[in-house]
């Protein structure tokens, strides 16, 4: 069965500033690798809702979602914090970004595709319950996972953030939920300087030195995770997929190649199969090189729509 590819123009026009990393040409990259790798025709392409209140109201107090929509300009650009700002058109792209993860699962649980892959922008995983952070204001995943458990009834859903930085948003709201289990490695000591202080025990976080590599993503995935998952056994499985732990991204100080995103998608794919019914929703969160945010994205979805290269 297809994977969904789920995006939208109102995402190409949140700008943050003329140099500032997470920019429109993020996604541009990503549809150019698509394009080259001859994968886009595999996929079958929607154009993500804008989320609704109450699917954001699972997530953030209505009284944030609020304050973040009278904060939207009509002009200019403001900040939320000093890396996070939205233009006239952030408003759109963040509901767009939320609603594109709502419609994955939609698009998943009712059996139309098997995997959905949402490249969208703003990012999510460190937009706490009530706060913007780290370029991002509406925590998609979490909206997403929050659908799932709430709109379909699912019980169990695990969370695989293998984005450079910690998800402390997504931590911050998931911590001591037993419908949701979280793994994640990230670099440490590194921004947000999160995620290693006697987590909560729905969380696997593994921290990884600056240098760390292919070697140490395995030993991670291995030792942790996949044991993690199969005890849990997810009826569902979501990705923050952020791809700046690349060697190419100088955001940070990972040292992971293409082949990594393959493998690790894999391996939790193989989880998702056995469990979950193979379904899965990945969203999109940092990667900031744009060859290798585009090459490694494509190594994702290959794996989840199970074309070899
Ligand atoms: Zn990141």
């Not at 233009?87 to 594109?100: D, E, I, K, Q, S």
């Not at 060697?247 to 493998?263: I, S, T």
């Not at 969203?283 to 490694?296: D, I, K, V």
């Amino acid at each position: 069965m297809a994977v969904a590819f789920i995006t939208h123009p109102d995402c190409l026009k949140h700008e943050m500033g003329a140099h500032h990393p997470e920019r429109p040409e993020r996604l541009s990259a990503i549809e150019d690798q698509l394009i080259a790798s001859g994968l886009r025709d595999s996929l079958v392409h929607h154009q993500a809702p804008l989320a609704t209140d109450e699917q954001l109201a699972r997530v953030h107090p209505l009284d944030y979602v609020r304050a973040i929509r009278d904060a939207a300009p009509q002009r200019g650009t403001v900040h939320l914090d000093p890396d996070t700002a939205m233009n006239p058109y952030t408003l759109n792209a963040a509901l767009r970004a939320a609603g594109a993860a709502v419609l994955a699962v939609d698009l998943v649980l009712s059996r139309k595709h098997d995997a959905a892959f949402c490249s969208v922008r703003p990012p999510g995983h460190h937009a706490c319950r009530a706060r913007p952070m780290g370029f991002c204001i509406f925590n998609n995943v979490a909206v997403a996972a929050r659908h799932a458990l709430e709109a379909h009834g699912l019980e169990r859903v695990a969370v695989i953030d293998f984005d450079v930085h910690h998800g402390n948003g997504t931590e911050d709201i998931f911590e001591g939920d037993p419908r949701v289990m979280m793994a994640s490695i990230f670099q440490h000591p590194f921004y947000p300087y999160s995620g290693t202080d006697n987590p909560a025990g729905n969380m696997f976080n593994v921290p990884l030195a600056a240098g760390s590599g292919g070697r140490e993503l395995r030993e991670a995935v291995q030792e942790v995770w996949l044991p993690a998952l199969e005890e849990f056994r997810p009826e569902m499985v979501f990705f923050s997929a952020g791809f700046d732990a690349h060697a190419e991204d100088d955001m940070a100080m990972l040292r992971f190649v293409d082949a990594d995103y393959a493998w690790v998608t894999a391996q939790v794919k193989a989880i998702a199969d056995r469990h979950s019914g193979g379904r899965i929703v990945s969203t999109l969160e940092g990667g900031y090189a744009l060859s290798a945010l585009g090459r490694s994205a494509v190594q994702h979805l290959r794996v989840l729509a199970g074309v070899s290269a």
